[in-house]
């Protein structure tokens, strides 16, 4: 009986123990697929996509992350970029998806 006993107390043992390491994987995925991307990362990716070949001459992007009315991309970073284009200085601003850095907008302004 004393046998019997010890090997439900394993086998709960075991399925708790299993439980817990499964609910820690689930939820460390979790939390690495719903973190906000740093901005200054989502800044330089952006400077490497919209001007891999002109001069950049300066860049910025707001660390607060903005509310989205658009469910695709509920939270959003705002920004911009300065490039050099036939010698003058040209004024972009963007706005990314705050998880995946996506550009959603890009747009020259009137500065």
Request: hydrophobic fraction near 40%.
């Amino acid at each position: 009986m004393f046998h019997n006993d010890q090997k439900r107390n394993n086998l709960a043992s075991a399925l708790v123990l299993a439980t817990g390491v499964l609910a820690g994987a689930a939820l460390t995925y979790f939390v690495k697929e719903n973190r906000f991307m740093n901005p200054q990362k989502v800044l330089v990716n952006i400077q490497h996509s919209a001007s891999p070949h002109e001069e950049l001459s300066g860049g910025w992007i707001n660390h607060n992350v903005l509310d989205n009315a658009d469910d695709n991309h509920p939270f959003i970073y705002q920004g911009g970029i300065t490039r050099r284009e036939n010698h003058e200085d040209v004024h972009y601003v963007f706005l990314a998806d705050a998880y995946s850095g996506e550009i959603l907008d890009f747009s020259k302004t009137n500065k």
